[in-house]
Nanobody
Framework: QVQLVESGGGLVQAGDSLRLSCAASGRTFSSYCMGWFRQAPGKEREFVARISRYAFNTEDYTDSVKGRFTISRDNTKNMVYLQMNSLKPEDTAVYYC???????????????WGEGTLVTVSS
């Protein structure tokens, strides 16, 4: 399994942008599907975005972030990023980096989790 560490969270205003980063350990990083989930207070953890293994770079997003968020990966640096633009107060949550041997859009498909980074969007 890979070890994941997120960074880049913080407090921003509505309409601002933020980029989250996820550093992964392990020499098999490129073989993992990578993604981001988020969990708002009192709510379940939900899928946000994923990017496919290797260099296929197929991306999927939950409907609420399409057109605003972009996921990317750099297999040479074992890094995954989530560029978040036009942030809204409803984007406020703890954001978790996730890795899985197969593609996922739910927590069930995730093999490894980071500890999360808090994003707070004020109105």
């Amino acid at each position: 399994q890979v070890q994941l560490v997120e960074s880049g969270g913080g407090l921003v205003q509505a309409g601002d942008s933020l980029r989250l980063s996820c550093a992964a350990s392990g020499r098999t990083f490129s073989s993992y599907c990578m993604g981001w989930f988020r969990q708002a207070p009192g709510k379940e953890r939900e899928f946000v975005a994923r990017i496919s293994r290797y260099a296929f770079n197929t991306e999927d997003y939950t409907d609420s972030v399409k057109g605003r968020f972009t996921i990317s990966r750099d297999n040479t640096k074992n890094m995954v990023y989530l560029q978040m633009n036009s942030l809204k107060p409803e984007d406020t949550a703890v954001y978790y980096c996730a890795a899985g041997r197969v593609g996922f859009t739910s927590v069930a498909g995730v093999d490894s989790w980071g500890e999360g980074t808090l994003v707070t969007v004020s109105s």
